[in-house]
C-alpha cells in the first residue's frame, strides 16, 4: 500500500521559511519521480516542484530561486525548502509520487503566509 505523508506546514509571517517533509512507503522511490503540487483556496491544484527520476529539478515560475526540492532516496523523502515566503504561497500543499502508472498523493499540509 502506497503512503505518502506530509508534515512541516504551519503558519509563517512573510519573507520567512518552512521545510515540508513527505514520507514515502510503498513504493520504489528510486524510480519515482517526486513533486510537490500546491492548492489555494478556489484555484486549482498547481505543480510547485519535482525531481524526476532522472535526476532534474523543475520549478513553477512563481517559486523559482525561493523553492527548493530535494530527496533521499535511502531514506525514501522529500523535501521543500520555502524560504522568502509571500502571502501568495499560502496554500495545501500536497506530495505526489509518480512512477510513471499513475500517480500517488498524500494528505496534504497547510501552509499560511501572513503580511
Known amino acids: 500500500q502506497v503512503q505518502l505523508v506530509e508534515s512541516g506546514g504551519g503558519l509563517v509571517q512573510a519573507g520567512g521559511s518552512l521545510r515540508l517533509s513527505c514520507a514515502a512507503s510503498?513504493?520504489?522511490?528510486?524510480?519515482?519521480?517526486m513533486a510537490w503540487y500546491r492548492q489555494a483556496p478556489g484555484k486549482q491544484r498547481e505543480l510547485v516542484a519535482e525531481?524526476?527520476?532522472?535526476?532534474?529539478?523543475n520549478y513553477a515560475d512563481s517559486v523559482k530561486g525561493r523553492f527548493t526540492i530535494f530527496r533521499d532516496n535511502a531514506k525514501k523523502m522529500v523535501y521543500l525548502q520555502m524560504d522568502s515566503l509571500k502571502p501568495e504561497d499560502t496554500a495545501v500543499y500536497f506530495c505526489?509520487?509518480?512512477?510513471?502508472?499513475?500517480?500517488?498523493w498524500g494528505q496534504g499540509t497547510q501552509v499560511t503566509v501572513s503580511s
Open positions: 505526489n509520487a509518480d512512477m510513471g502508472v499513475r500517480p500517488y
Open positions: 510503498g513504493i520504489s522511490f528510486g524510480i519515482s519521480t
Open positions: 525531481f524526476t527520476r532522472a535526476g532534474r529539478t
